[in-house]
């Protein structure tokens, strides 16, 4: 037997059209770079910062958990110590397939199920 509160734990609400700060690229911790997402399911898009430049992409199939981030593209700057972080951030982006949101973090996944960003509404 479970109560409510087990399964509003183990639910994930539906994704929400919001500013998020992103918190992990995989393993690594990035909240000092300040990375963004904005996320506009009316325009079925994603943009923000990547801790150097900008970026934005589409969002296709952001029903029922799955998610796809198309065409994603940037600004061209250069940043010694923010583009390990940019890079793994973007690469992640793309390799989205899913995600999970609850009320303390929005995660991105990829086929597998491995958890690609971690990121919480601003």
Same mark, same amino acid.
């Given at each position: ?9 183990? !639910? ?41 430049? !900008? ?18 593209? !940037? ?48």
């Amino acid at each position: 037997m479970i109560g409510c509160k087990d399964v509003e734990n183990n !639910s994930t609400k539906a994704l929400e059209s919001a500013e998020y700060s992103v918190e992990k690229v995989g393993e690594m911790s990035v909240k000092d770079f300040q990375l963004t997402m904005n996320i506009d399911l009316e325009e079925k898009i994603v943009n923000g910062f990547a801790g150097c430049n !900008s970026y934005s992409g589409g969002l296709n199939n952001p029903e029922a958990q799955q998610l796809k981030v198309m065409k994603v593209v !940037s600004t061209r700057k250069m940043c010694q110590e923010a583009m390990q972080a940019e890079n793994g951030f973007l690469e992640a982006l793309r390799q989205t397939t899913a995600y999970q949101f609850s009320e303390e973090k929005l995660q991105f996944t990829n086929e597998n199920g491995k958890v690609l960003i971690e990121a919480k509404k601003k």
